[in-house]
Antibody, heavy 120, light 113 residues
Framework: EVQLVESGGGLVQPGGSLRLSCAAS????????IHWVRQAPGKGLVWVSR????????DYADSVKGRFTISRDNTQNTLYLQMNSLRAEDTAVYYC?????????????WGQGALVTVSS | DIVVTQSPDSLAVSLGERATINCKSS????????????LAWYQQKPRQPPKLLIY???TRESGVPDRFSGSGSGTDFTLTISSLQAEDVAVYYC?????????FGQGTKLEIK
């Protein structure tokens, strides 16, 4: 059974940093693109970032480019999102999601999400 | 960037009736080399992550009831629920994965009339 479990969320002050983790199991982790998608309270889904299977290619939404870094450790089957210079508008539930296949594809499996709250 | 717009924002349908949600992308998501539309539909219930229903615009995900169907090509797409059940109450999102930044529609809230 495919599982994605996010951790590392919490309350952080504006300008602060936080690192989210996404522990994966039930599939060959290194074979799949993994994405981060966020959802502000009561709002819709917003794509944040993606990384390819071996970690050599990354991509970001303009709103987080230069502040967030996606990475992965295929020996630990874990995805990360390092978030720096956090702003109030980054407050959201952050989901990791596994692509259906290789390249551009729909997001087949989702974690339960980690809540990040940026507030003083 | 591709902008994806859904209509309506909310919808109330009687049990057993048809529900139709529309999705329009600001440019084509049809990839000519493989004739695939890079468009998916998700269902999200309160306090749950999204669930993939439809991908490649019209391919139903395994385990999804056949009352859910997707259609359309290029820039205009539709999600149809042929006979609404109580468990279908949710917010529905379309999603283009043709190019990054990936984008989602704003969501359509489906309720029982």
């Amino acid at each position: 059974e495919v599982q994605l479990v996010e951790s590392g969320g919490g309350l952080v002050q504006p300008g602060g940093s936080l690192r989210l983790s996404c522990a994966a199991s039930g599939f060959t982790f290194s074979s799949y693109w993994i994405h981060w998608v966020r959802q502000a309270p009561g709002k819709g889904l917003v794509w944040v970032s993606r990384i390819n299977g071996d970690g050599t290619f990354t991509d970001y939404a303009d709103s987080v480019k230069g502040r967030f870094t996606i990475s992965r450790d295929n020996t630990q089957n874990t995805l990360y999102l390092q978030m720096n210079s956090l702003r109030a508008e980054d407050t959201a539930v952050y989901y990791c999601a596994r692509a259906y296949g290789s390249g551009s594809s729909a997001l087949k499996f989702w974690g339960q999400g980690a809540l990040v709250t940026v507030s003083s | 960037d591709i902008v994806v717009t859904q209509s309506p924002d909310s919808l109330a349908v009687s049990l057993g009736e048809r529900a139709t949600i529309n999705c329009k992308s600001s440019r084509s998501v049809l990839y000519s080399s493989n004739n695939n539309n890079y468009l998916a539909w998700y269902q999200q219930k309160p306090r749950q992550p999204p669930k993939l229903l439809i991908y490649w615009a019209s391919t139903r995900e395994s385990g999804v009831p056949d009352r859910f169907s997707g259609s359309g090509s290029g820039t205009d797409f539709t999600l149809t629920i042929s006979s609404l059940q109580a468990e279908d109450v949710a917010v529905y999102y379309c999603h283009q994965y043709y190019t990054t930044p990936y984008s989602f529609g704003q969501g359509t809230k489906l309720e029982i009339k």
